[in-house]
């Protein structure tokens, strides 16, 4: 698998799980009612950011790895 593949499904698919299964978890501890559907905007909101943030940290790492 390239590094951008890598990188990219890190911050696409690996941070908005992650996040989402932390604001799940933090509900839960709360007492709140689950309603799996009100995640969704939260899921796709920040796998939508991590387009953009997977694709300057794929060139942040090209640019460290052209300077070595």
Do not use: C, Q, W
Request: proline share 3%; net charge positive.
């Amino acid at each position: 698998m390239s590094s951008f593949a890598k990188t990219m499904l890190l911050y696409v698919v690996g941070l908005p799980v992650f996040v989402t299964v932390m604001l799940v978890l933090t509900d839960v501890f709360r007492g709140r009612d689950l309603v799996l559907v009100s995640y969704v905007p939260n899921l796709s909101g920040i796998a939508t950011g991590g387009i953009i943030a997977g694709f300057v940290m794929h060139n942040v790492k090209k640019l460290r790895e052209g300077d070595a």
